[in-house]
Nanobody, 122 residues
Framework: QVQLVESGGGLVQAGGSLRLSCAAS????????TAWFRQTPGKEREFVAT????????SHADSVKGRFTISRDNAKNTVYLQMNSLKPEDTAVYYC???????????????WGQGTQVTVSS
C-alpha cells in the first residue's frame, strides 16, 4: 500500500512557475513508477509526466515538454513536478500516481493522491 499526498498548487500568472510535490508513505516507494496527471471539469484525466523507479528514465507529454520536469527523491519518498512558463491552459487539478507498470495510461496506476489545484491567470 502507498498513500500519496500532493502539495504546492496555487494561483500563478502566465509565464510563472510552480513546483508540485507528492509525498508517499511506505518503505516500498522506490519499487513504484510514479506519474503526474491532470484533469479539468468535464474532461478525462490527462497524462503529464512519468518517472521510473530509479528516476533514471522520464517521459513527458508533448504539451508540457520543455516546460515541465518530473523528478524524484527516493530517500525522501517524494516526487516533484517543476512547472515553468505556465500557460492558462495548464489550469487543472494535478494528481500524483504510483504503479508497478510503466506508461502514460491511467489504468496502469494503482495509487492516487487527492489532487492539488493549479490555476494560471492570463
Amino acid at each position: 500500500q502507498v498513500q500519496l499526498v500532493e502539495s504546492g498548487g496555487g494561483l500563478v500568472q502566465a509565464g510563472g512557475s510552480l513546483r508540485l510535490s507528492c509525498a508517499a508513505s511506505g518503505r516500498t516507494f522506490s519499487t513504484y513508477h510514479t506519474a503526474w496527471f491532470r484533469q479539468t471539469p468535464g474532461k478525462e484525466r490527462e497524462f503529464v509526466a512519468t518517472i521510473s523507479r530509479s528516476g533514471g528514465t522520464t517521459s513527458h507529454a508533448d504539451s508540457v515538454k520543455g516546460r515541465f520536469t518530473i523528478s524524484r527523491d527516493n530517500a525522501k519518498n517524494t516526487v516533484y513536478l517543476q512547472m515553468n512558463s505556465l500557460k492558462p491552459e495548464d489550469t487543472a487539478v494535478y494528481y500524483c500516481a504510483a504503479g508497478l507498470s510503466w506508461g502514460s495510461q491511467v489504468r496502469l496506476y494503482d495509487y492516487w493522491g487527492q489532487g492539488t489545484q493549479v490555476t494560471v491567470s492570463s
